[in-house]
């Protein structure tokens, strides 16, 4: 059996993705209301440095391989969606890949427990 902490991580990194991804799917509806914070990335960068440190304690911990490298491409997918969406004004759906992939690692990693 694991250790309590990482299914804590699990569940935080399940929770964590699905509420990116629902920001991710809400927020371009809501650019359309004029509520000043349609350019505001810092939502973005928040969401990826929380996913960034939980995807670092699960691969450096005894977690599968499997898990271990879906959740490392689908974190590198959404760092790379992020870079492109704030300094280049880019959109593109890489986001929302990286993101379903990270629900799908922590879940493969809670039900690995």
Same mark, same amino acid.
């Given at each position: 059996?694991? &250790?309590?902490?990482?299914?804590?991580? $699990?569940?935080?990194?399940?929770?964590?993705?699905?509420?990116?991804? =629902?920001?991710?799917?809400?927020?371009?509806?809501?650019?359309?209301?004029?509520?000043?914070?349609?350019?505001?990335?810092?939502? $973005?960068?928040?969401?990826?440095?929380?996913?960034?440190?939980?995807?670092? &304690?699960? =691969?450096?911990?005894?977690?599968?391989?499997?898990? &271990?490298?879906?959740?490392?491409?689908?974190?590198?997918?959404?760092?790379?969606?992020?870079?492109?969406?704030?300094?280049?004004?880019? $959109?593109?759906?890489?986001?929302?890949?990286?993101?379903?992939?990270?629900?799908?690692?922590?879940?493969?990693?809670? &039900?690995?427990?």
């Amino acid at each position: 059996m694991k &250790k309590q902490s990482t299914i804590v991580f $699990d569940l935080l990194g399940i929770s964590s993705a699905t509420l990116c991804l =629902v920001h991710c799917l809400i927020f371009p509806l809501l650019t359309i209301l004029p509520l000043g914070f349609a350019s505001n990335h810092y939502i $973005d960068l928040f969401f990826t440095a929380v996913s960034l440190c939980i995807v670092l &304690k699960i =691969v450096f911990s005894s977690s599968p391989l499997l898990v &271990k490298v879906i959740l490392s491409c689908s974190v590198s997918t959404v760092v790379v969606a992020v870079i492109l969406e704030s300094y280049f004004s880019i $959109d593109s759906p890489l986001i929302l890949i990286g993101g379903i992939g990270m629900i799908i690692g922590h879940l493969i990693n809670y &039900k690995s427990h």
